[in-house]
T-cell receptor, first 110, second 110 residues
Framework: NAGVTQTPKFQVLKTGQSMTLQCAQD?????MYWYRQDPGMGLRLIYY???????DKGEVPNGYNVSRLNKREFSLRLESAAPSQTSVYFC?????????FGPGTRLTVT | GIQVEQSPPDLILQEGANSTLRCNFS?????LQWFHQNPWGQLINLFY???GTKQNGRLSATTVATERYSLLYISSSQTTDSGVYFC????????????FGTGTQLKVEL
């Protein structure tokens, strides 16, 4: 039982490049989330998916897109990376209100 | 949205000491989680505790929902307890996100 897994762990992008962050969970949870964590800002919700086939914007969705590929997988795409997107990205899944987090992806955009 | 405040903001302990961390929230909730973010950045679930008391080894937590606070007790602290401790509440009507507290930065020294 791996819980929530994320790939990659680290990534460096140049401004304007695109990439997809992958997230998978094996706990059969319906809801999945993407957060970003910045120093002094805490964790902020980017997008969430309450169930397979649905996605909704969170607090800071601009510059991101998501895909809920199936019940297990929820990906986050940066179409044209900007330095302001330098952050640590966490994926989470939940059963009701209890959330479980992945190990995070540390992204640097130069 | 709900405001979540934690105290103290910083704490330094000698190994073996006990401590109590506090989490206050501004509105009634029926859910609360405690997390430990270790020095490597991983967010680890400690407790899901909407009310009552739970214990897991050297850690225990108590939530008094009617008085809008929760306490996390760490006994016989170890250096591996270092990191940031967050409490968080889930707001289904507030964008389906976890609202994190301000955090307590704990350092345990030999």
């Amino acid at each position: 039982n791996a819980g929530v897994t994320q790939t990659p762990k680290f990534q460096v992008l140049k401004t304007g490049q695109s990439m997809t962050l992958q997230c998978a969970q094996d706990m059969n949870h319906n809801s999945m989330y993407w957060y970003r964590q910045d120093p002094g800002m805490g964790l902020r919700l980017i997008y969430y998916s309450a169930s397979e086939g649905t996605t909704d914007k969170g607090e800071v969705p601009n510059g991101y897109n998501v895909s809920r590929l199936n019940k297990r997988e929820f990906s986050l795409r940066l179409e044209s990376a900007a330095p302001s997107q330098t952050s640590v990205y966490f994926c989470a899944s939940s059963r009701a209100y209890e959330q479980y987090f992945g190990p995070g992806t540390r992204l640097t955009v130069t | 949205g709900i405001q979540v405040e934690q105290s103290p903001p910083d704490l330094i302990l000698q190994e073996g000491a006990n401590s109590t961390l506090r989490c206050n929230f501004s509105d009634s909730v029926n859910n609360l989680q405690w997390f430990h973010q270790n020095p490597w950045g991983q967010l680890i679930n400690l407790f899901y505790i909407p009310s009552g008391t739970k214990q897991n080894g050297r850690l225990s937590a108590t939530t008094v929902a009617t008085e809008r606070y929760s306490l996390l007790y760490i006994s016989s602290s170890q250096t591996t307890d270092s990191g940031v401790y967050f409490c968080a509440v889930f707001e289904p009507g507030g964008g389906n996100k976890l609202t994190f507290g301000t955090g307590t930065q704990l350092k345990v020294e030999l």
